[in-house]
Protein backbone atom coordinates (compact mmCIF):
# COMPACT_ATOMS: atom_id res chain seq x y z
CA UNK A 1 0.00 0.00 0.00
CA UNK A 2 2.70 2.40 0.55
CA UNK A 3 4.37 1.95 -2.46
CA UNK A 4 1.11 2.57 -4.34
CA UNK A 5 0.75 6.15 -2.30
CA UNK A 6 4.78 6.74 -3.10
CA UNK A 7 4.14 6.16 -6.61
CA UNK A 8 0.54 7.72 -7.03
CA UNK A 9 2.68 10.56 -5.06
CA UNK A 10 5.78 11.15 -7.97
CA UNK A 11 2.72 10.61 -10.31
CA UNK A 12 1.05 13.67 -8.86
CA UNK A 13 4.04 15.89 -8.60
CA UNK A 14 4.74 14.66 -12.35
CA UNK A 15 1.81 15.99 -13.66
CA UNK A 16 1.88 19.55 -11.44
CA UNK A 17 5.25 20.65 -12.95
CA UNK A 18 4.90 22.58 -15.57
CA UNK A 19 5.96 21.26 -19.31
CA UNK A 20 7.89 23.25 -21.66
CA UNK A 21 6.69 21.91 -24.98
CA UNK A 22 9.04 24.95 -26.57
CA UNK A 23 12.34 23.38 -25.14
CA UNK A 24 11.59 20.14 -27.60
CA UNK A 25 11.85 22.57 -30.05
CA UNK A 26 14.91 24.62 -29.28
CA UNK A 27 16.72 21.39 -29.11
CA UNK A 28 15.13 20.18 -32.31
CA UNK A 29 16.39 23.94 -33.78
CA UNK A 30 19.43 23.68 -32.52
CA UNK A 31 20.32 20.43 -33.53
CA UNK A 32 19.70 21.67 -37.18
CA UNK A 33 22.00 24.79 -37.02
CA UNK A 34 24.41 22.16 -35.83
CA UNK A 35 23.90 19.97 -38.80
CA UNK A 36 24.37 23.87 -40.52
CA UNK A 37 27.65 24.02 -38.77
CA UNK A 38 26.30 27.39 -37.27
CA UNK A 39 26.23 26.22 -33.80
CA UNK A 40 28.60 23.71 -32.56
CA UNK A 41 28.85 22.33 -29.25
CA UNK A 42 31.80 21.80 -26.41
CA UNK A 43 34.46 19.73 -26.61
CA UNK A 44 31.89 16.69 -25.76
CA UNK A 45 29.69 17.82 -28.47
CA UNK A 46 26.97 19.57 -26.12
CA UNK A 47 25.15 22.54 -27.33
CA UNK A 48 24.23 23.62 -23.98
CA UNK A 49 21.24 25.20 -24.41
CA UNK A 50 20.61 26.26 -20.94
CA UNK A 51 23.61 28.23 -20.84
CA UNK A 52 23.99 31.92 -21.22
CA UNK A 53 24.86 33.02 -24.70
CA UNK A 54 28.03 34.73 -24.22
CA UNK A 55 28.80 38.29 -26.24
CA UNK A 56 32.32 36.42 -27.96
CA UNK A 57 30.69 33.07 -28.38
CA UNK A 58 27.94 34.91 -30.24
CA UNK A 59 30.40 36.80 -32.63
CA UNK A 60 31.33 33.50 -33.40
CA UNK A 61 28.21 32.19 -34.23
CA UNK A 62 27.46 34.82 -36.42
CA UNK A 63 29.99 34.27 -38.36
CA UNK A 64 29.37 31.18 -38.80
CA UNK A 65 25.75 32.28 -39.82
CA UNK A 66 27.68 34.65 -42.70
CA UNK A 67 29.56 31.43 -43.78
CA UNK A 68 32.50 33.81 -43.09
CA UNK A 69 34.70 31.79 -40.02
CA UNK A 70 37.59 31.35 -42.13
CA UNK A 71 37.49 35.06 -43.27
CA UNK A 72 36.62 36.11 -39.13
CA UNK A 73 39.65 34.04 -37.54
CA UNK A 74 42.19 35.52 -39.03
CA UNK A 75 41.00 38.98 -39.82
CA UNK A 76 43.39 41.97 -38.88
CA UNK A 77 42.52 43.53 -35.77
CA UNK A 78 42.09 46.75 -36.42
CA UNK A 79 39.40 47.35 -33.13
CA UNK A 80 41.64 47.68 -29.75
CA UNK A 81 38.65 47.22 -27.01
CA UNK A 82 39.71 47.71 -23.65
CA UNK A 83 39.00 44.31 -22.30
CA UNK A 84 40.99 42.61 -25.48
CA UNK A 85 43.57 40.13 -23.39
CA UNK A 86 46.16 37.41 -23.93
CA UNK A 87 43.31 34.86 -22.45
CA UNK A 88 40.93 36.57 -24.93
CA UNK A 89 42.93 37.10 -28.09
CA UNK A 90 41.26 33.80 -29.94
CA UNK A 91 38.16 36.13 -30.22
CA UNK A 92 39.62 39.30 -31.29
CA UNK A 93 39.87 38.76 -35.57
CA UNK A 94 36.40 37.85 -35.22
CA UNK A 95 35.39 40.72 -33.36
CA UNK A 96 37.21 42.81 -35.43
CA UNK A 97 35.37 41.39 -38.73
CA UNK A 98 32.03 42.01 -36.98
CA UNK A 99 32.68 45.74 -36.08
CA UNK A 100 34.06 46.03 -39.50
CA UNK A 101 30.73 44.39 -41.13
CA UNK A 102 28.88 46.77 -38.65
CA UNK A 103 27.28 43.50 -37.16
CA UNK A 104 28.04 44.31 -33.47
CA UNK A 105 29.43 47.18 -31.20
CA UNK A 106 31.03 47.41 -28.02
CA UNK A 107 28.95 47.63 -25.15
CA UNK A 108 30.13 51.32 -24.48
CA UNK A 109 33.43 52.89 -22.56
CA UNK A 110 35.37 51.26 -25.39
CA UNK A 111 34.91 47.75 -23.84
CA UNK A 112 33.36 44.41 -26.05
CA UNK A 113 32.09 42.84 -22.89
CA UNK A 114 33.85 39.62 -22.77
CA UNK A 115 32.38 37.05 -20.69
CA UNK A 116 29.27 39.10 -20.50
CA UNK A 117 25.68 37.79 -21.06
CA UNK A 118 24.08 38.66 -24.15
CA UNK A 119 20.85 40.27 -23.25
CA UNK A 120 17.61 39.59 -25.64
CA UNK A 121 17.51 43.04 -27.19
CA UNK A 122 21.40 43.01 -27.91
CA UNK A 123 20.93 40.31 -29.86
CA UNK A 124 17.53 41.24 -31.51
CA UNK A 125 19.85 44.25 -32.87
CA UNK A 126 22.64 41.86 -34.15
CA UNK A 127 19.40 40.02 -36.32
CA UNK A 128 18.27 43.42 -37.20
CA UNK A 129 21.54 44.22 -38.77
CA UNK A 130 22.02 41.05 -39.75
CA UNK A 131 18.38 41.81 -42.10
CA UNK A 132 19.28 44.92 -43.69
CA UNK A 133 17.32 47.11 -40.35
CA UNK A 134 20.67 49.01 -40.05
CA UNK A 135 18.20 52.05 -39.08
CA UNK A 136 15.75 50.27 -37.20
CA UNK A 137 18.68 49.06 -34.96
CA UNK A 138 19.92 52.51 -33.85
CA UNK A 139 16.49 52.88 -32.19
CA UNK A 140 17.17 51.21 -29.01
CA UNK A 141 13.68 51.57 -27.76
CA UNK A 142 11.74 50.33 -30.42
CA UNK A 143 14.03 47.48 -30.68
CA UNK A 144 12.04 45.00 -29.03
CA UNK A 145 8.90 45.83 -30.69
CA UNK A 146 10.57 45.95 -34.14
CA UNK A 147 11.95 42.39 -33.74
CA UNK A 148 8.74 41.08 -32.83
CA UNK A 149 6.41 42.63 -35.62
CA UNK A 150 8.84 41.12 -38.01
CA UNK A 151 8.67 38.05 -36.45
CA UNK A 152 11.99 37.37 -34.45
CA UNK A 153 10.34 36.22 -31.30
CA UNK A 154 8.20 33.77 -32.57
CA UNK A 155 8.24 30.59 -30.68
CA UNK A 156 10.54 32.64 -27.84
CA UNK A 157 7.92 33.49 -25.03
CA UNK A 158 8.07 34.63 -21.41
CA UNK A 159 11.61 36.81 -22.25
CA UNK A 160 12.05 40.50 -21.44
CA UNK A 161 14.37 42.27 -24.12
CA UNK A 162 16.22 42.85 -20.55
CA UNK A 163 16.67 39.32 -20.21
CA UNK A 164 19.97 37.22 -20.64
CA UNK A 165 19.76 35.10 -23.47
CA UNK A 166 20.50 31.17 -23.72
CA UNK A 167 21.76 29.08 -26.60
CA UNK A 168 18.40 27.76 -26.91
CA UNK A 169 16.49 30.46 -27.39
CA UNK A 170 19.26 32.41 -29.37
CA UNK A 171 19.11 28.96 -31.54
CA UNK A 172 15.11 29.99 -32.23
CA UNK A 173 15.65 33.55 -33.21
CA UNK A 174 18.54 32.83 -35.68
CA UNK A 175 16.29 30.51 -37.29
CA UNK A 176 13.39 32.66 -37.16
CA UNK A 177 15.86 34.89 -39.15
CA UNK A 178 16.72 33.08 -41.80
CA UNK A 179 12.75 32.75 -42.33
CA UNK A 180 12.43 36.43 -42.66
CA UNK A 181 12.73 38.26 -45.93
CA UNK A 182 15.64 40.90 -45.83
CA UNK A 183 14.55 44.81 -45.35
CA UNK A 184 14.30 45.63 -49.20
CA UNK A 185 14.44 42.40 -50.92
CA UNK A 186 11.74 39.45 -51.95
CA UNK A 187 14.50 37.12 -50.76
CA UNK A 188 14.81 35.58 -47.16
CA UNK A 189 17.81 35.80 -45.08
CA UNK A 190 18.50 31.57 -45.72
CA UNK A 191 18.27 32.92 -49.57
CA UNK A 192 20.65 35.68 -49.48
CA UNK A 193 23.32 33.67 -46.71
CA UNK A 194 22.49 30.50 -49.31
CA UNK A 195 21.86 28.84 -45.75
CA UNK A 196 19.85 25.40 -46.99
CA UNK A 197 16.69 25.08 -44.67
Same mark, same amino acid.
Given at each position: !??????? %? !??? *??????????????????? /?????????? &????????????????????????????????????????? $????? /??? =?????????????????????? %??? $????????????????? &??? /? /???? *??????????????? &?? *???? =??????? &?? !??? !?? =?????????? *?????????????
Amino acid at each position: !MKKLVAL %F !MIF *SLFLSMPFNAGYADNVKIA /EKLNKLGILT &GDGNGNLNLDDDLKRQDMVVIISRLHKEENTAKSYPVVNKF $DDFTQ /ENS =YYQSYISWAVNKKLIEGVGNNK %FGF $DDAVTVKQFQTVLLRAL &GYT /E /EAKL *SDSIPDIAKKIGLME &GV *SGLS =YKDNLTR &GD !MAV !MI =YNALNIRAKG *SPLKLSEILKVDL
